[in-house]
């Protein structure tokens, strides 16, 4: 176990410097860079503009500056210790090759995700201010999509082919197929217009003095976790009852349905058994899917997580703050799935890893 | 302090959709707080509630670059105070008198004494200094570089006085020193704890009338009303700026009584103003959109001045570079209906490059081109564009800028995502399209857009200015010195001697007064009228709508929230 | 989401499909089994409705209206739709407002109103259904392709080849996908073409994923071993004998991801990086509904656009609904063993 665990974590280093090299790509690739995007402005003159990239490096080719990223190490040729001393911690120039190594400190490989061009803040300490918020709606959608999700499924299986059976999968499948933006604002109208039900957005009221109030908090928890645990509430009510329907038909229910074993008792005893297993795969795509809905539900009820910060800084091109947040996210995805893993062969003691 | 330092494009992207002169910082013309002395005086406390579309990135004036950075940080004080309604530069803020030089270069500065941060600490001539060398420093990465370009040196007389001497004579160049001014005591003296200061994110002192508080990102920033205020304690408690990125939950949110002001769209006008309990502000904002034309050949394009400051001939465009076709297309827009049915009203029609927000420059005797198709059919005609084919597209038979058989065809280009902007390119294609022109429209990427604007590789440009302040020195669009392919914003190639020397003229004259530049402003606007490198689409027109639960807003062009300390709860 | 966990009963479903072979072909039986299930033919016959609209948008657009998607015309801006007053013009309950409407629009029949630049809804959105389904079949195609492609090289030469495609394909699903086509275009604002490249590119790992996990295990059966024992080529063993067995699970989930992806072009829409103007697609008429929630008349107060805010909802709605129910459907025909479930 805990060599498969070390194996995995192993190959997701790969993964992620992929990712990695990718998302630095694409985004230098890009038309615009991000001293444009906050420089276009006729009073501000070409020559402050390209003193500004120089300072920032951002006048080096990419690869240059993807190893800057990486390692924290810059490269330039000729002899620019001087140039370079104030930015960095330790500058050398290497006579025989032409060029200068400075350590500017940070970089990738030693954990450090560096700085926000916009805020000049550590891109970490960026993220972690959002945490709170981006972790509270996910966990109590994760809530809600089980809470729904297998009660939906399971009822589903158990009235399999009737009425019951259809209208719950075409109420699950329709909460999956409307626009959440389009339901999100929807229900803004609805109940915070119209009725004047729940507050229109945000994660708490805002306040001079604010205490924390739990039932307030609910109230602005409500409308987001409801739009967003929609398409998760379908996934999973149709998982389930495909589970459930396997788990009927396998010999050993046959037997003991054959045995006169009371249905209340099948059911709990092996069939909702049986038929959770496989939930513990869902972890790693509920993550993902928490993740892709985010941005959208953040946007419209004014959600102060993590997406809407990436979404920002690819705006303004701050390519640190949302290459840290997609390495970030991948981290967190194949966290999610290697969990799944491990829970599934905990569960299952058939399931060895290897 | 915004509107002094502030020019840039409508990027218009959905993040900056709106800018509105909410909290420009700078409170003028403080009324002696005699109220105080009657029987009931002004309800205390409350709290004042703004909804912003996007977040700030930094609260530190000399390092952001972005108008929600500004709105958030209204706790530095500055030197030059703006009339709220007039936008004329008034000794308001730190500065209490000048005195200028003979040439104009030497500008000397007493500051107001006995104002302090809110750590007791005074607020002198040496925060001044030290903001602006710092914006100097090789150690500070920030793009406002040019702020401190024109300015020779900066001397600390004593604590009370500061004498700045510029390099060359700008009457615009005061503007230059709107900056906020940071805390000299709490940063290193050498500039190198700027970056990273934790300041950046939590601004420890105040000398404005509130002071920071807390600050949750994406989600709200709090500001204590700082009681210590030289102008007077305000009467609320504090105000709070919400980050709502969407118009319509921003709306939603007013008419819930959850913020109590905000930027209106056009198409939330008629709602606002038929709920009793909210105002709406309108003002002639210091902006337009326009379209622009190239006139140089966006094939090769050209600098318009040599090394030597002498003119260089531009390849002509084909089509652009006839004053006539210009004209044609000045006729051919409906701008009434433009500004009723996209703009929803809200913008007015413009003749030339000044607006009537610089009352003093602005030539309002110019009449705007009118909507006249025969006229514009009969100037093609006259120019030698005629449909010979019949096709509907008109081609060059006789013109005088492009080869026989030349099609009337261009391609129009605006950013993707200002869904006005969008809808005006539809419109234009297809009034220009009616009367032969073949107009091919296109919503681009905002930076590939601006790398074809300064690169000068377009041909046709919806776009428009904001923020354009309260000085009418527009150069950097006209001057043939900013016709600079990749990085000047003269991107339409503009050329005209006489409105060079004109601008140069209005930038140098001595002494600065208005009416010895005005003539000069007066006659470029004619020019520009006549030579239409632009086609002036709209004005922008401002709304703001805020609830009526508090009294004493007046608010101003220039400024919404100059007088906020004085504003009260009305029960 | 959908697409990436739905393989394992799938493959189930594969194996029993082809253990249960007929006289009868594979189609005739899966035609026969989805006709008795009104929750499978419904969203069918919807499809092939929409289907039939965005293909004839023209000559449609030009018979029922007679203007182009793009005609503006400011004088009838926000014109409401034509259609309720003409019906009740038709049993004599109108009182001119059908009559007045026509006079504004100069004739034009706006049959369900037009938007705030007087271009006409119904035209708008019957080529805005040409565009969306173009883009969500060509970019589903894609994704097949290049999906299928991958899973059986992956499946069928394991070794080097199957370790650098597995890796590919883990790498591309720790990434929330949607999101970094946010990021992605909103960084680039593609043209439609772009776009459908970038929504085809992100979509083939369920494609390839399932695709491997049918040749690994098809690899096995006699009829593919007993090929290569006749000699025949690997190319020939994956055309011929593999491919056409992976087919009508391949369908299946291409509905499901056409569907989705006819969702994630409205969502980037509505961040503002769909197709670009003045082209018409759903999601940008869905999106750009967003500023009419609170447009009123100046003079009567009354809101205005409610024709502008529903009408394109609620077909992304139905179509994706549509798709989804029709690929649950086809999955539950083809493979027996779940339908004699539900059948109970």
């Not at chain 1, 399999?160 to 109208?189: E, H, N, Y």
């Not at chain 2, 709502?244 to 198409?267: C, F, H, K, W, Y």
């Not at chain 2, 004619?526 to 609830?547: A, K, R, W």
């Not at chain 3, 593609?190 to 970038?198: E, V």
Request: aromatic share 10%; proline share 5%; glycine share 10%.
């Amino acid at each position: 176990m805990t060599r498969y665990i070390i194996r995995r974590f192993l190959q997701a280093i790969p993964t992620l410097l992929g990712i990695s090299l990718l998302g630095f790509t694409l985004i230098k690739v890009a038309p615009g860079d991000y001293v444009l995007m906050t420089t276009f402005d006729p009073s501000i003159t070409a020559e402050a503009r390209d003193e500004f990239r120089r300072q920032l490096g951002h006048d080096q080719p990419i690869p240059i500056q993807y190893v800057e990223w990486l390692t924290g190490v810059s490269l330039r040729g000729g002899d620019v210790v001087d140039a370079m001393v104030p930015m960095s911690n330790s500058c050398h120039y290497f006579g025989s090759l032409g060029f200068t190594l400075c350590d500017r400190g940070g970089g990738l490989l030693r954990w450090d995700l560096g700085y926000s061009l916009a805020t000049k803040e550590p891109v970490w300490d960026m993220l972690r201010s959002r945490m709170p918020a981006s972790f509270e709606l996910g966990a109590v959608v994760l809530v809600l999509v089980f809470l729904f999700g297998v009660p939906l499924g399971f009822l589903s299986a158990l009235f399999r082919g009737s009425a019951k059976d259809q209208g719950i999968r075409l109420l699950s499948v329709a909460g999956q197929a409307v626009p959440s933006f389009w339901m999100g604002l929807i229900c803004i109208f609805v109940f915070s217009v119209l009725l004047g039900w729940l507050p229109v957005g945000g994660r708490m009221t805002i306040s001079l003095d604010m205490k924390f109030s739990l039932v307030d908090r609910i109230r602005h928890l409500i409308l987001p976790s409801f739009v967003l645990s929609l398409a998760g509430v379908a996934f999973l009510t149709k998982l389930v009852r495909t589970q459930v329907l396997e788990v009927i038909e396998q010999d050993y229910l046959r037997t003991a349905r054959a045995k006169g074993l009371g249905s209340l008792a099948l059911w709990t005893r092996h069939v909702l058994r049986n038929a959770m297993l496989p939930l513990a795969t869902v972890l790693g795509p509920a993550i993902v899917g928490v993740i892709n809905g985010a941005l959208v539900i953040e946007t419209i009820f004014a959600w102060p997580g993590m997406g809407r910060l990436t979404w920002f800084s690819a705006l303004q091109r701050d390519y640190p703050m949302i290459m840290g947040a997609v390495m970030f996210y991948s981290a967190l995805t194949i966290l999610g799935y290697l969990i799944s893993d491990i829970l599934y062969a905990v569960i299952d003691p058939r399931i060895r890893l290897q | 302090m915004k509107r002094l330092a502030w020019r840039r494009l409508l990027a218009g992207a959905t993040l900056v959709a709106f800018v509105v002169p909410l909290l420009a910082a700078c409170t003028t013309v403080a009324v002696p707080v005699e109220t105080e002395a009657a029987p009931a005086g002004p309800i205390q406390g409350g709290t004042w509630t703004e909804a912003s579309s996007a977040d700030g990135t930094i609260l530190n004036p000399i390092l952001a670059s972005d108008s929600a950075s500004f709105d958030m940080m209204p706790y530095f004080p500055g030197l030059l105070g703006t009339n709220p309604k007039t936008g004329a530069i008034e000794a308001t803020e730190l500065a209490e008198s000048w005195t200028v030089s003979e040439d104009s270069l030497v500008w000397t500065f007493n500051l107001r004494p006995g104002v302090t941060w809110s750590d007791g600490e005074a607020v002198d001539a040496h925060d001044f200094k030290f903001t602006y060398d710092a914006i100097a420093s090789e150690l500070v990465e920030t793009p406002r570089k040019a702020n401190v370009a024109g300015i020779d040196s900066i001397e600390v007389i004593d604590d009370l006085t500061v004498r700045v001497t510029f390099s060359d004579l700008k009457c615009d160049g005061l503007l230059d020193l709107g900056l906020g001014w940071l805390p000299s005591h709490l940063y290193a003296g050498d500039f190198s704890d700027i970056m990273d200061s934790p300041l950046n994110t939590a601004p420890a002192v105040t000398a404005e009338a509130f002071g920071f508080k807390e600050w949750q990102r994406d989600n709200f920033i709090a500001m204590e009303s700082n009681d210590g205020f030289w102008k007077g304690a305000p009467n609320m408690d504090g105000q709070i700026i919400r980050v709502i990125p969407q118009a319509s939950s921003r709306l939603a949110a007013l008419e819930n009584g959850e913020i109590d002001v905000m930027g209106l769209e056009p198409t939330q006008l008629t709602r606002v103003g038929l709920n009793p309990d909210l105002n709406i502000f309108k003002f002639k904002d210091d902006g337009y959109s326009y379209i622009g034309l190239n006139q140089a050949n966006p094939a090769n394009p050209l600098p318009g001045q040599d090394e030597d400051g002498n003119l260089v001939a531009q390849d002509p465009h084909p089509i652009l570079s006839d004053p006539m076709v210009r004209k044609a297309m000045a006729h051919s827009l409906d701008y009434e209906a433009i500004i009723n049915k996209v703009y929803l009203g809200q913008g007015y029609k413009l003749a030339s490059n000044v607006l009537p927000a610089v009352g003093w420059a602005h030539d309002a005797s110019i009449e705007p081109y009118a909507y006249d198709l025969e006229a514009a059919a009969a100037l093609l005609d006259e120019a030698g564009w005629t449909d010979s084919d019949g096709d509907g597209v008109r081609e060059c038979n006789g013109c005088a800028t492009a080869e026989a058989g030349v099609t009337l065809s261009l391609n129009l280009k605006t950013n993707a995502g200002n869904s006005t902007r969008e809808e005006l390119g539809v419109l234009v294609q297809d009034q220009l399209n009616s009367i032969g022109f073949d107009i091919e429209f296109e919503a681009i990427e905002f930076g590939t857009l601006v790398g074809e604007l300064l690169g000068q590789t377009y041909e046709m440009v919806i776009i428009g200015w904001t923020g354009l302040g309260t000085d009418p020195n527009d150069d950097s669009f006209w001057h043939s010195r900013f016709d600079t392919p990749g990085s000047g914003f003269n991107f339409v190639s503009y050329q005209n001697p006489r409105v060079d020397e004109l601008l140069e003229l209005g930038l140098e004259t001595p002494g600065c007064a208005a009416e010895d530049r005005a003539p000069y402003y007066y006659e470029i606007q004619q020019i520009i009228h006549d030579e239409i490198p632009y086609l002036f689409v709209t004005g922008s027109i401002g709304n703001v709508g805020y609830s009526n639960r508090w009294e004493g807003i007046d608010p101003g062009t220039w400024s919404f929230s100059w007088n906020i300390h004085e504003w009260a709860l009305t029960e | 989401m959908t697409s990436t966990t739905a393989d394992q009963p799938l493959s189930a479903a594969a194996s029993s499909a082809l253990s249960s072979r007929s006289p009868k072909t594979f189609l005739t039986v899966t035609l026969e089994r989805i006709r008795t299930d009104a929750m499978t033919v419904g969203p069918l016959l919807f499809i092939v409705l929409i289907g039939l609209l965005a293909l004839l948008a023209n000559p449609l657009g030009n018979l029922l209206v007679g203007v182009d998607p793009n005609r503006t015309n400011l004088d009838a801006a926000l014109q409401p739709p034509l259609l309720p007053s003409m019906a009740r013009r038709l049993v004599g309950l109108d009182h001119g407002v059908a009559d007045s409407l026509l006079e504004v629009s100069g004739g034009v029949t706006h049959w369900l109103g037009t938007d705030s630049l007087g271009r006409d809804q119904l035209v708008r959105l019957l080529h805005g259904a040409r565009i969306s389904m173009l883009i969500a079949f060509c970019a589903a195609g894609i994704a097949f392709a290049l999906g299928t492609t991958l899973g059986m090289l992956a499946g069928f030469l394991g070794g080097k080849v199957d370790d650098f495609i597995l890796w590919l394909i883990n790498t591309f699903s720790s990434l929330p996908t949607l999101f970094v086509l946010i990021l992605l275009t909103s960084i680039y604002k593609p043209n439609a073409i772009l776009l459908t490249l970038f929504l085809g590119f992100f979509g083939w790992i369920g494609a390839a994923r399932f695709t491997r996990g049918q040749v690994l295990q098809i690899k096995t059966l006699d009829y593919a071993t007993a090929a290569r024992a006749l000699g025949a080529s690997r190319l020939r063993i994956m055309w011929y004998h593999i491919l056409p067995n992976t087919i009508p699970l391949i369908i299946v989930l291409i509905m499901v991801e056409i569907g989705t992806l006819v969702l994630a072009e409205s969502v980037l829409s509505f961040l503002g990086f769909g197709v670009q103007a003045p082209q018409a697609t759903w999601g940008s008429m869905l999106a750009k509904s967003g500023d009419f929630y609170f447009l009123h008349d100046p003079t009567t107060g009354n809101r205005v656009a409610w024709h502008l805010i529903f009408p394109p909802g609620i077909l992304i709605f139905l179509t994706v609904l549509a798709l989804y129910l029709l690929g649950d459907g086809l999955r539950d025909a083809i493979d027996p063993q779940l339908r004699v479930d539900r059948q109970g």
